[in-house]
């Protein structure tokens, strides 16, 4: 990848650092992308790395998935194909809240916390899944949803539901097969698979021309950032993915209720690109860390 896109995720990262009394990290990260874009010799740039940072593997064999930031149909009203609620944040919210099934039964009804309404509830499942969108209204424009909370349920996989259930095979179980299957399901059989999951995402709307935000506090950057285990991976290192179709160095941003042990999630941006890369990535490889001497 180019490597502005990097340096983006490096400079988004500085103030992290920088209120972590981390001056050590942040002058070699920035160090790290300046050799990078003095030489392109592939001997020269490990000798530089060397320079000022040991190189940690992380043991166990890494997961690659990804996510992105998927775009939905949405009214400012209720009404006709829009009759499914994206919540705000509500003001009570506990840990744990209300489930899936609860909200969705309406225990939120007539607190006036709709965002929105859109069409589709297995776009609106993917929107919680991926934990951060894009809204589009009838007239064309399009505002951010960005992740406000979660009712502190524990999340568990619609695909691996399906699996157990015989529904999709093991090595079949893209987010393209799920929608493929789910057009043959009547919205109550829909309904009953999709709370299979009690977690339940609630959002806040922002302006479009911001990315989504990660748990570090930073803004993503496509293709560099990376969802992980901190208790594998630490919040803001910077890493080195090894896997069959991707080398590159990422940093690690972001975390999620799915994302445990050697896993780590590259976030694909928005827009179809992003949604059919992040649909279909899923390999094993090998995560390096950069620890700066």
């Known amino acids: 990848m180019d490597l502005d896109s990097l340096r983006a995720a490096v400079d988004r990262t500085l103030p992290v650092y920088e209120r972590a009394g981390r001056a050590g990290t942040a002058a070699a990260a920035q160090q790290l992308v300046d050799w990078l ?29 990804s996510y992105y930031e998927p775009e939905i149909a949405v009214s400012e009203t209720p009404g006709g194909i829009y009759r499914f609620p994206i919540y705000r944040r ?32 297995l776009e609106l499942f993917s929107l919680h899944v991926q934990g951060s969108g ?3 209204f009838p007239d064309g424009h399009v505002a951010g949803l960005r992740f406000a909370g979660t009712n502190g349920r524990p999340y568990k996989s619609l695909a691996q539901e399906l699996i157990r259930r015989g529904l999709l095979p093991k090595d079949e179980a893209s987010m393209f097969a ?19 999951n009690p977690r339940y995402v609630f959002f806040t709307m922002t302006d479009a021309s911001r990315g989504p ?26 890493g080195y993915l090894v896997t069959p179709t991707i080398r590159r160095f990422v940093v ?13 999630d590259l976030f694909a941006g928005s827009g179809l690109e992003a949604e059919q890369f992040a649909g279909r990535q899923k390999e094993r490889g090998t995560f390096y860390v950069l620890v700066p001497l």
């Open 252 to 264: 690690a941003q972001d975390t999620g209720a799915a994302i445990r042990g050697a896993h780590a």
């Open 134 to 136: 894009r809204a589009r």
């Open 178 to 196: 799920v929608r493929r299957l789910f057009a043959g399901l009547s919205h109550t059989e829909q309904r009953a698979l999709m709370a299979e």
């Open 90 to 121: 509500p003001p009570d919210l506990t840990n744990p809240y209300a489930s899936r099934v609860e909200i969705e039964s309406g225990a939120l009804d007539g607190r006036g916390l709709e965002l929105a309404w859109t069409d589709d509830p």
């Open 213 to 238: 935000t990660g748990s570090l506090g930073v803004e993503l950057t496509p293709g560099r950032s990376v969802a992980t285990d901190v208790d594998v991976i630490p919040a803001g290192a910077i």
């Open 37 to 65: 874009a003095a030489t392109r010799d592939p001997d020269e740039r490990r000798r530089v790395v060397g320079a000022s940072f040991r190189v940690m593997r992380v043991r166990d064999p890494l997961l690659l998935t």
